[in-house]
Each structure stands twice: as C-alpha cells, then as structure tokens.
C-alpha cells in the first residue's frame, strides 16, 4: 500500500510539472524578501525594445556559450555578452547572459499570447536551460510583460464555455486567444469589466460572433490587468500570473546605496533616460535643455518620428502648442544651455496648468512634494533655484511626477 501511494504522489508530481505552472508560480509569490537581479543595461535594453510575455531567472553562474549553441535551433545574436536563440520545440525566444541570467520571451507583438493548453512553454523553456539551479531558493523566478508594463496579472484558460467576473477598476490592457504558436489580439471592447463574461468555445465572446478565422483557432484566452485577480467560476489553476518586474539595470557608477538610484532605476526602465555604453549612467552630469526636452516630451507621452532639423526639434515642436517656458523652440544655441532647477520647476508648473513665475514655480513644487529644497526649510532660498540639473536629479522629479498623477499636459 505505501508503495502504491508514493508511486501515486510521483505521478500527480510530474503530472503538475508538465501542465500546471501555477504549482510553482504560487512559490514566487510567497518569497518573503524579493530577489533583486542586476542585468547590464545592454541586456535589459533587448527585453525593453523587443519583450512581450518574459519568465526569467538569474543563477550567477557562469555560463559556456560554445557548449550552449548545439541546443538551440536558431542563434539570432551571440555577443562575448549574451545570446540570443530559438530554442526546440517553440517559436520564442530565448536570452541568456555571460553572468547567468537566463529570460525566455515572446515577441512584442506576440504579446501575452503564450501557449495556455500546456502551462507555458516560456516557464518549461526557462526550466530546461537553467537546469536544476532554477530550483534553487536564491535563484527563484520572476513573471513580468515588457510591452504592458503596468499589467500586474497574466490569467488565461484554454475551455472557453466557463464564465468569469472581472473586478470593478480593474484595466484590462491585451486580451488574447492563443493556439500553440497561433495568436489572434481580440478588441478589448468585447470584455465588460465587472460583470460576467461568457465565452464559448464555438466562437463567440458575450453574444458577439468572431470572424471564421478566429473561431477555428479559438483554443486559449489570455488577458492581463492593471491588478484584482478575476473571479472565475471554476478553479483558474490552468494559468495565473503575478507580473513583477525584479531586474534593475546595473551601472557601474550607480552604487547600490546612492541617494536616487531606485529613481534611476524608474527613468532607465521607462525609457526616459538612457545609459551610456560604457554602462555608465553618469548621474552627476549636468543636462542641455534640448536633453530635459526630450525626456519631458517622452514622459507626456510623445513617440517621436523621423528626425529634422535638430534632433530635439519634433520634441520642441510637440511641447510648443502648451506654452511651457522653453528657451529653445526656434533657437538652436539656446537648445544647448544648461537647464537649472527653476527652470524644470516653472516648465513642471506650466506643464500642468500652474502659475509659473519664479516664486509660484517653486511653491507649487513644495505644495506637491515634488521637492522638499535641499535642506527641508521649503524656502524659495533652499530650493536653489540657479543650480544646474542633474541626470540623477531629474530621474527623482520625474518620477514623483507620477506618483503624484502629473502624467498629462493640461
């Protein structure tokens, strides 16, 4: 009997290993201190720029390129730095680094669209190259989204006659079927958020029928949301979960205690403020104001073009209908002055409808704790209004921009 009960839990073990990843993905949930992973910047820039759906692992173990290769199908990219493959049995792709970090990724365009009916051949990917040290508890993975980076859940199931109720206030930002290597984005308008949504599988999404194509490829829906798991009336196990981005990009002249680096870490991520290939982010730097331009007009949400005349001129051109107080919109030597803290306060005030004289710029920077001065007095003095700006500096502004909900021109 004993031996007919271990041989039991053996097989329901490798059942959940191969179907359902939520087994394991509950573990990461539960790590009471959080891993923090530094990839070099070059690194976190390939995720950024082409990453959709991203499981990833560091080991900090060195890794052999040479003996690698023979196991992936395609190599796209090998640098002395990392690589970049396909690896069997899947269509995604794989990045692995020097150092150890190890990220299996769908495409941008791809999405969230992973393969629901098997779990995720992401997670068995990352799993099989990272060997037996992704079990290790120093080397727990990690679920993020590069493209949605505010999505907080990934939740899919591939049997599609079951209803589900999405949370008030919850933002669903990609809604997907999946196929193995199939996707189709569906419009997001379909989904009613906090009330019951009924899918069925023969090719309808709460009444509204899908086109022919959609309805034979019709096997998994995948959606992600800004937070608030949906309340499904079956058991979600199939696919479910927590998007958390844990990689911080490592520059060598950002240690792990300066002042602002959690602040570096937000306008690096968000792709405000690059780093430099030496993998230096030069904090201390000072910033032209064609450079503060270009960051501001990126934080309100302008994708730039082609480029004319200098190459900060559509950023001028997008922040000039607003009035902000910029030297520079039809002067190119003034584009290259040095920008000061008043300066970003009164262009911050105007920004967001505010009186921006010298004095109101700086009183509207203490009213909404964007700025304590330099010693804590909040006085106009303390605020050193003449002083340049630096990178380091403006990365904190910015981003107590956002937490302040400043995130649109007015």
């Known amino acids: 009997m004993k031996k007919f009960v271990t041989s039991l839990f053996l097989s329901s073990l490798l059942f959940s290993l191969v179907l359902f990843v939520p087994a394991f993905a509950s573990a990461q949930e539960n790590v009471t201190e959080k891993p923090e992973w530094e990839v070099p910047a070059e690194i976190y820039n390939i995720l950024r720029e082409r990453a959709g759906m991203t499981v990833y692992t560091h080991t900090h173990k060195p890794v052999d390129f040479n003996n690698m290769k023979y196991g992936f199908t395609n190599i796209y990219e090998q640098t002395p730095n990392y690589i970049i493959a396909r690896p069997h049995n899947t269509k995604d792709y794989m990045l692995v680094s020097k150092d150890g970090f190890y990220a299996a990724y769908t495409s941008k365009e791809k999405g969230a669209a992973v393969d629901a009916e098997n779990g995720s051949m992401l997670w068995r990917t990352l799993r099989n190259y990272a060997f037996e040290d992704i079990w290790d508890e120093d080397n727990q993975y990690g679920y993020f989204h590069f493209g949605q980076p505010k999505a907080a ?6 049997f599609l006659n079951e209803d589900f109720l999405i949370p008030e206030g919850t933002t669903v930002y990609e809604f997907a079927v999946s196929d193995f290597d199939w996707y189709k984005q569906l419009p997001v308008d379909l989904l009613k958020v906090g009330e019951t949504n009924v899918f069925s599988r023969w090719g309808s999404v709460n009444g509204v029928e899908l086109d022919e194509e959609a309805r034979y490829h019709m096997r998994g829906v995948l959606f992600l949301t800004s937070g608030g798991t949906p309340k499904l009336s079956y058991d979600p196990g199939r696919l479910h979960w927590k998007l958390e981005n844990l990689l911080y990009p490592a520059f060598i002249d950002v240690r792990k205690d300066h002042w602002a680096r959690e602040n570096i870490t937000w306008s690096f991520r968000t792709g405000l403020i690059q780093g430099f290939p ?3 982010f030069q904090p201390l730097s000072l910033l032209k104001e064609s450079d503060f331009t270009v960051i501001a007009a990126k934080y309100f949400g302008f994708k730039p073009g082609a480029t004319y005349g200098h190459r900060a001129q559509q950023y001028y051109d997008f922040l000039k209908p607003y009035n902000l107080p910029l030297k520079g919109y039809a002067n190119d030597t003034a584009k290259n002055g040095i920008v000061t803290r ?9 920004s967001q409808g505010a009186a921006y004289g010298p004095y109101s710029a700086v009183g509207f ?5 964007l700025s304590s001065g330099t010693t804590g007095a909040k006085t106009f003095e303390d605020y050193h209004f003449n002083e340049p700006l630096t990178r380091a500096q403006i990365s904190a502004f910015f981003q107590r921009m956002e937490a302040a909900g400043m995130t649109t021109l007015k």
Do not use: H, S
């Open 365 to 369: 920077m203490y009213k909404n704790n």
């Open 153 to 158: 859940d990934l939740v899919g199931d591939v």
């Open 278 to 280: 030496d993998g230096r």
């Open 342 to 350: 008043g300066q970003l306060a009164q262009v911050i005030a105007a």
